[in-house]
């Protein structure tokens, strides 16, 4: 019997055009530096205008990477015993039960919107997927299906996101 969990596809459109936002307002600021006399801006305009230009870019390079390794889609096979990792970006994985080390219950810190939860899977080739309720609508059937393949439950671990992003290189 299979099972999918869906993509969140708020998270997704959402990442998205926030993408598109900061951009369209990274390059209103670059613009006006380079032709200051035509936007009114001028090169003097404060340092409130180069933190604009720094954290820009870190906005837009997360939401890219959260778009390139936050799974939107997983598909459970009880009679394969796999796991099929669907991506935006990426190729789908699958990843058998016994590439599966052991999982642990993850708590998503944030300053705004409370809160989210997920599983991180630790695979045998020190890999991580994490399944969350920030890129899935349901992570709780594949910590389920885990739990129910045997697989051991390594405790809870609050997470990290460069950690994380680091581990998939």
């Given at each position: 019997?299979?099972k ?14 926030a ?9 209103y ?6 032709h ?18 720094v ?8 939401y ?7 799974p ?9 015993k796999?796991?099929?990792v669907k991506?935006?970006?990426?190729p ?6 016994k590439?599966?080390?052991s999982?642990?219950e ?16 630790y ?15 349901d992570y709780?059937?594949a910590e ?8 051991e ?5 609050s997470?990290s ?7 998939q290189?």
């Amino acid at each position: 019997m299979t099972k999918e969990i869906a993509a969140k596809s708020f998270a997704v459109f959402g990442n998205i055009l926030a993408i598109a936002v900061f951009t369209i307002v990274l390059l209103y600021f670059l613009y006006g530096i380079l032709h200051p006399h035509i936007s009114g801006m001028s090169k003097n305009s404060g340092p409130m205008l180069y933190l604009f230009l720094v954290l820009l870019p870190v906005g837009i390079c997360s939401y890219i990477l959260q778009l390139i390794y936050f799974p939107t889609g997983v598909i459970m096979d009880d009679e394969l015993k796999q796991l099929t990792v669907k991506y935006l970006f990426k190729p789908q994985t699958v990843i058998n039960i016994k590439e599966i080390a052991s999982y642990k219950e993850i708590t998503i810190r944030r300053s705004r919107g409370g809160n989210r939860y997920g599983v991180l899977i630790y695979l045998t080739n020190n890999k991580q997927v994490l399944f969350s309720d920030l890129s899935l609508d349901d992570y709780f059937p594949a910590e389920q299906f885990l739990y129910d393949s045997g697989i051991e439950n390594a405790g809870d671990e609050s997470f990290s996101f460069m950690l994380y992003y680091f581990n998939q290189w």
